[in-house]
């Protein structure tokens, strides 16, 4: 069964940190761009960061620039998102999945979300 699997929400405090993790199977991760978004309560979905298939580069929504970590394990075939200094906008429901390419908006999979609430 192809599909993609989130883990490692939770509740944090503000300045908190959490590590997410996207876990592939019925097929290599390495094989697809991936891309974590994230969903608040009454807000559009937005693109958090990427990495790229082709060479491993990286993409950081301003937002989450200098806080937020992606990276790859391809032994686990999963993808990770490291969030450090979270703030309480941060909270949302975060999503994994495979774009066509960063920024694309045709994807191949994606996973159920995990959700992230950062509260004193």
């Known amino acids: 069964q192809v599909q993609l699997v989130e883990s490692g929400g939770g509740l944090v405090q503000p300045g908190g940190s959490l590590r997410l993790s996207c876990a592939a199977s019925g097929f290599t991760l390495d094989d697809y761009t991936i891309g974590w978004f994230r969903q608040a309560p009454g807000k559009e979905r937005e693109g958090v960061s990427c990495i790229r298939s082709s060479d491993g580069s990286t993409y950081y929504a301003d937002s989450v620039k200098g806080r937020f970590t992606i990276s790859r394990d391809n032994a686990k075939n999963t993808v990770y998102l490291q969030m450090n200094s979270l703030k309480p906008e941060d909270t949302a429901v975060y999503y994994c999945?495979?774009?066509?390419?960063?920024?694309?908006?045709?994807?191949?999979?994606w996973g159920q979300g995990t959700r992230v609430t950062v509260s004193s």
């Open positions: 999945a495979a774009p066509a390419s960063c920024g694309s908006t045709y994807y191949h999979y």
